[in-house]
Each structure stands twice: as C-alpha cells, then as structure tokens.
C-alpha cells in the first residue's frame, strides 16, 4: 500500500491548479494513474516487452526445475557406465530397477523418487510463503516419469507471468481510467500485464478539497516482494513532475486561448 500526495510539490501545483479552476483532487488523481503505471514497469521481471516476459517465464521454469527434475537429468546424473542400465530400465518400466540404480550411483539427484507428476504439489509446498519463489537450496525431490505432464504445468504456471505487475495496472483502472503507456516502442504489446488481476488494484479516495488524499494498493498476495522502495520512491517522483508538467502546459494553452481571444 502506498500514499500518493501533494506535499512535495503542493504550493506550486495548488497555484497552477487554481489557474485553471481545477480540483486537486483530479490532479492527485491523475498523479496516482502515473505512479501505478510506473510501479507496473519497474516490478519485477522490470520492463514490459517481450524480454521482461521472457525473463519472468524463464525465472518460473527455474523455480520448478529446483523441485522436479526428468528421467534425462537422472541419466545425465549417473557415471558414464551406468547410464545404460537406468535407461533400459525406465523405458522398459522397470521403475524399482532405475530407482535402485539412482540411489546407489547418482550424484545429484541420488535419494529422488521416480514417479509420475504429482500435479505441482511439491512445488507449492517448497514455495517461500512470502514472495512465492524456491529457495536456491532446493534440491529435485522427483524424477517425473511422464515428463509430458511436467512441462504442461510449466507452461500453465508460465502463464500468470506479468500478474503482480498487472495488479498495479488495476490500479489506474480503481482510480478511474484505463491503463495506457506500458508498451515499449517498438515492443510486444502489454495486454500480458494489463489483462492479469483485474479487481486486485485498489485506490482510497480520503482528506479534504483542499488537502486531497490517495491511498492505492496492489493486492496481489506477493506485490510488496516484486517492488522495492527504491522503485516506489522514483514512480512517486515521475507522478509529481507529470502533474506539474500537465498543468504547466494546460495553463500555457489556456493562456494562449486567453491571448488570441483578445
């Protein structure tokens, strides 16, 4: 949750909002669609194109290749004169053969369990409860036997990439708006943040007319451990120079209306 204000800057966007006879509460809340815009650019995996996602999709196949690993990794586990043996003996179904193999021979991946894919359920149980990531000290506890399996679910967990990112471009949209400016020139479009977490981004409206406040909030479970301060810090101090930027161009333009009607 993050405090969105006009303290920092309040004397001269109070002065430019009152040239144009605008409310504060408008700019402030035009300020909290630029800051939650830029929260969803610098969360992690940091960007919006295709190699941001890339790179989510990738730290998700890690994350799970830390917990299972395949009948090939077990393979390449085993000394070279041993290979042959546990090969013959899983594609024959031989499984209690290729696990006494293993267990006696193997390095890595010595005390694993063959055995078909459990749905995902070690990988759940061997998250971090706060930030949804495996431990780098993970070690495979199965050798999935229908690899196939396997790499459907990767490839499903691999979809919600860009949901902790897309509970920040909700934001914009409790404010009141529609997320706009996340795709990178150039780039893929942004609709792999932008579709997630509909109705995870929340926005308080709260102070007086003339000392607004604006309370926004990611509310998907890990959004605190995708975005550090530092991040929060600089998207806040792009929402205050955008504010002062808009106003300072509107009050221009009104005045140069001002001008040639006279």
């Known amino acids: 949750m993050a ?26 809340d035009m300020m909290g669609r630029v800051v939650a815009t830029n929260c969803a650019r610098a969360a992690q995996p940091f960007g919006t194109g295709a190699d941001a996602k890339a790179a989510g999709e990738k730290a998700v196949a890690r994350d ?12 390449e586990s085993l000394p070279s004169n041993r290979r042959g043996a546990f090969w013959s003996a899983y594609k024959k ?5 290729a696990q006494s193999i293993l267990d006696k ?19 759940k149980s061997a998250r971090n409860k706060t930030n949804g990531r495996v431990p780098d000290s993970q ?14 679910y990767v490839a499903e967990e691999q979809s919600h990439v860009g949901t902790g990112k897309g509970g920040f471009a909700d934001i914009v949209r409790a404010i009141g ?16 943040i932008t579709r997630r977490a509909h109705g995870y981004g929340a926005a308080f ?11 926004i909030q990611n509310r998907v479970p890990y959004a605190d451990q995708i ?10 101090r792009i929402g205050r120079e955008r504010a002062i930027k808009n106003l300072e161009f509107a009050v221009r333009a009104e005045t140069k209306k001002l001008r040639s009607a006279a």
Do not use: C, M
């Open 3 to 28: 405090k969105v204000d006009l303290s920092k800057a309040i004397a001269k966007i109070n002065a430019l909002s009152n040239v144009l006879h605008r409310p504060l509460r408008d700019t402030l």
């Open 64 to 75: 799970i290749s830390k917990v299972y690993a395949t009948p090939g990794k077990a393979f």
């Open 93 to 97: 179904g031989q499984i209690d053969r």
């Open 105 to 123: 021979y193997g390095s890595s991946l010595r005390g694993a369990k063959l055995q078909p894919f459990d749905g995902g359920a070690a990988h």
């Open 139 to 152: 070690k495979p506890t199965i050798i999935v036997t229908n690899p196939k399996a396997l790499a459907k």
């Open 177 to 192: 708006g529609t997320p706009r400016g996340l795709r990178e020139e150039g780039g893929i479009t942004a609709n792999w």
């Open 205 to 215: 409206h709260g102070g007086t007319d003339e000392n607004p406040e604006l309370t």
């Open 227 to 236: 975005l550090n301060g530092t991040a929060l810090n600089e998207a806040k």
